[in-house]
T-cell receptor
Framework: GAGVSQSPSNKVTEKGKDVELRCDPI?????LYWYRQSLGQGLEFLIY????????KSGLPSDRFSAERTGGSVSTLTIQRTQQEDSAVYLC?????????????FGSGTQLSVL | SQQGEEDPQALSIQEGENATMNCSYK?????LQWYRQNSGRGLVHLIL?????REKHSGRLRVTLDTSKKSSSLLITASRAADTASYFC????????????FGSGTQLTVLP
């Protein structure tokens, strides 16, 4: 596709439920990032994938959060047993990768609301 | 943790005026990037400056980098109402880290 695609654009769930957020990066981009943004705040790094290397999971806030990237393309971020503090916009970005990240392309995000 | 911190947090100017936003960071960097965000959703890359560069221009944008002070500034000249958005700096730390660390952003409002 022309850009990074995220789905769903909005997700409302009940506390305790599991949710899956999807990201379809730009074709040919080897690097994929997940960030979280709470209302009026900056971006909080969650996880980074680069090609076939082991992902950098250092930003995941708890073991309820996990992500995978199948076939080096589509990625899914899973949040188990959601809590109200998980409510935020979850942003995915991709880039060509390389030695040092340059020019990330962002999707429009998934607004997650946990009631 | 936040690597970059923008200043001011909010800025309101008249159309046609220049807007200056500042970013300070804590550790050595490979490069520093500025992004723009409309309506709290996807970010758009504006400009990148490398650690060995001091100034860069792109259209109405001018970015400076002072590695001795660990700071950068973004200048938007002849601002337009359409420039209203949040602006974030993002840094890539020196070394093996591959992640961009974003600041908390400056909310710019350009009044027509």
């Amino acid at each position: 596709g022309a850009g990074v695609s995220q789905s769903p654009s909005n997700k409302v769930t009940e506390k305790g439920k599991d949710v899956e957020l999807r990201c379809d990066p730009i074709s040919g981009h080897t690097a994929l990032y997940w960030y979280r943004q709470s209302l009026g705040q900056g971006l909080e790094f969650l996880i980074y994938f680069q090609g076939n290397s082991a992902p950098d999971k250092s930003g995941l806030p708890s073991d309820r959060f996990s992500a995978e990237r199948t076939g080096g393309s589509v990625s899914t971020l899973t949040i188990q047993r959601t809590q109200q503090e998980d409510s935020a916009v979850y942003l995915c970005a991709s880039s060509f990768g390389g030695q040092s990240p340059e020019k990330l392309f962002f999707g429009s995000g998934t607004q997650l609301s946990v009631l | 943790s936040q690597q970059g911190e923008e200043d001011p947090q909010a800025l309101s100017i008249q159309e046609g005026e220049n807007a200056t936003m500042n970013c300070s960071y804590k550790t050595s960097i490979n490069n520093l990037q500025w992004y723009r965000q409309n309506s709290g959703r996807g970010l758009v890359h504006l400009i990148l400056i490398r650690s060995n560069e001091r100034e860069k221009h792109s259209g109405r944008l001018r970015v400076t980098l002072d590695t001795s002070k660990k700071s950068s500034s973004l200048l938007i000249t002849a601002s337009r109402a359409a420039d209203t958005a949040s602006y974030f700096c993002a840094t890539v730390p020196s070394g093996s880290a591959r992640q961009l660390t974003f600041g908390s952003g400056t909310q710019l409002t350009v009044l027509p």
